[in-house]
């Protein structure tokens, strides 16, 4: 895996913790420079990006909310200060409300849309004018886009909307020579996870069900986007890679 995407700059959303931070490690690893996007959370950003320098790799932490376009307007700004190219595109950073859909409201879907799904959008009308051909742009799903799961109705949905702008932008950017694809992830583990109150619930499921083994790790996850960025994966565009330990397809 060492340098197989040496020169190669990556932009990854939510970068500080978790599957985020995973991703940016990864792609480091194979010879990314990183810009590292966050909101809340400057020391885990500014941490990762010691261990990514400490890689030999340029990184730079970078504070932007990827649903408001003013703030991502700031975000690339300040990314074109350090790099004057984007290879890879990673929206990882997402959001949202648990409650039941019937006591759901306005604001609450349009922060999950706007946040999930929206986001993309945003990201990508920034990222290609930027992005030369062989460029990746891959968005980060789950697999409450096409299940019901308790509480999770609006983020489910905006998940889903996500998928269908994922096509939506492979069609168009595809004869630009750049590749649009999702992952969407089983039951991970981490602090996100933690404001699930069936959280622990999710977790046994997964265990019971997934033929592969029990546990799925953010570095699993990371593992996909890599593939993704490859350039075998040139003729996969439009599509949403699943790793979830074959968990989906066991009843």
Not at 2 to 11: F, H, N, Y
Not at 16 to 38: H, S
Not at 60 to 83: C, N, Q, T, W, Y
Not at 131 to 146: D, K, L, N
Request: aromatic content about 6%.
């Amino acid at each position: 895996m060492a340098d197989t995407l040496a020169g190669k700059t990556a932009l990854v959303t939510g970068a500080a913790r978790g599957i985020g931070r995973a991703i940016a490690r990864r792609l480091a690893l194979a010879g990314c420079d990183v810009a590292v996007n966050y909101y809340n959370s400057h020391d885990e950003a500014e941490s990762l990006c010691g261990e990514l320098r400490a890689m030999g790799r340029r990184a730079v932490a970078i504070k932007a909310s990827v649903g408001v376009p003013d703030s991502v307007d700031e975000l690339f700004a300040e990314l074109r200060k350090s790099f004057d190219h984007l290879d890879i595109l990673v929206s990882n950073a997402a959001s949202g409300v648990l409650k039941p859909a019937m006591e759901m409201s306005l604001k609450h879907w349009r922060w999950c849309m706007e946040t999930n799904a929206f986001a993309l959008n945003l990201l990508a009308q920034r990222a290609v004018p930027i992005m030369p051909a062989g460029g990746r742009i891959i968005a980060m799903t789950s697999i409450g886009s096409v299940r019901a799961m308790p509480l999770y109705g609006f983020i489910g949905a905006s998940k889903a909307a996500l998928e269908s702008l994922v096509r939506t932008l492979a069609q168009e950017l595809g004869p630009r020579g750049i590749r649009v694809n999702a992952v969407s992830a089983g039951a991970v583990d981490t602090d996100s996870l933690q404001f699930f109150p069936n959280r622990d619930r999710l977790i046994a499921s997964f265990r019971e069900r997934s033929p592969a083994g029990p546990v799925l790790t953010p570095e699993d996850v990371a593992g996909a986007v890599y593939l993704l960025c490859l350039a075998e994966a040139n003729m996969i565009n439009g599509h949403t890679l699943v790793v979830d330990g074959g968990f989906a397809i066991s009843g």
